[in-house]
């Protein structure tokens, strides 16, 4: 299922995600999700945060610009071909720099149509678990360390305009101004309250306990995928961690 992609101005962008310990149906349906919505998206990677869960969770797949953006990757100290890793899931990961910062150019699928220069070590040590629950050690040099970086600092709340130049970040200011507006209106629209009630993450939310109906939604949670929301109408939501029930009558 393709989900919405959030977009800088939505609180949750700044949350920092929650530790994944064990690889559930729902973790794994929200893996299958991404993987869809990024390649839908045309992106090479996708923090869980950005389609509004805070947790520790990122997908990447930088093998369709393999050869315009090269990517480096050891495995055991050897060269490994980068393809046969991709895609690739990463889960609590963490990141050592082993190489100097260069710059290169970024976009991000929550800032369309921003794109600018960030510095970034060239290349990094990974450690993280994968879709499996095992664990994964490798070495990523070129796009890869630069994607799993961009990922990485998702999960901890950090967006690549808090790596920009001064410079960069004052030519941009009205486009991000005006994106951060457009979303926050977007959110008073919907009648959004504040973040703090993530599928995945347990909330108080007030639509807890399965009272939430949603009467515009299809058969499961169009937010967090719940598929057991009963019949006949009206449908109560039955996730009592879902926290986007948007289309409350
Ligand atoms: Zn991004």
């Known amino acids: 299922m393709i989900l919405s992609i959030v977009q800088f101005g939505d609180p949750v962008l700044r949350k920092k995600g929650a530790r994944i310990e064990a690889i559930t149906p729902e973790i794994k349906k929200l893996i299958a999700d991404m993987f869809e919505t990024m390649h839908d998206r045309h992106g090479v990677g996708l923090a869980a945060q950005q389609v509004g869960h805070a947790v520790q969770l990122t997908v ?12 480096t990757l050891h495995l055991d100290g050897k060269a490994a071909d980068v393809k046969a890793f991709m895609p690739l899931v990463l889960i609590n990961p963490e990141i050592k720099p082993v190489a100097d910062a260069v710059e290169g ?25 994968n879709e499996k629950g095992e664990h994964i050690h490798f070495r990523a040099g070129g796009l890869l360390a630069r994607a799993v970086q961009h990922e990485t600092d998702h999960l ?19 486009q991000l101004d005006e994106l951060q507006a457009l ?30 109906v949603f009467s515009l939604g299809p058969l499961s949670c169009h937010t967090c995928s719940n598929r057991s929301a009963p019949s006949p109408i009206p449908r109560a939501c039955a996730s009592s961690r879902c926290w986007r029930r948007t289309s409350f009558p």
């Open 105 to 129: 150019p970024e976009g991000c699928l929550s800032f369309p149509e921003i794109f600018a220069d960030i510095e970034r070590p060239e290349s990094i040590e990974v450690t993280a678990m």
């Open 183 to 212: 979303t926050k209106a977007a959110l008073k629209q919907k009648g959004k309250k504040e973040p703090g009630n993530f599928c995945g993450v347990g909330s108080a939310s007030p639509f807890d306990k399965g009272r939430g």
């Open 60 to 71: 990447i797949d930088v093998s369709p610009v393999a050869v315009e953006r090269p990517s």
């Open 156 to 174: 901890h709340g950090i967006l690549f305009i808090d790596r920009m130049s001064t410079y960069t970040k004052r030519e941009l200011k009205p």
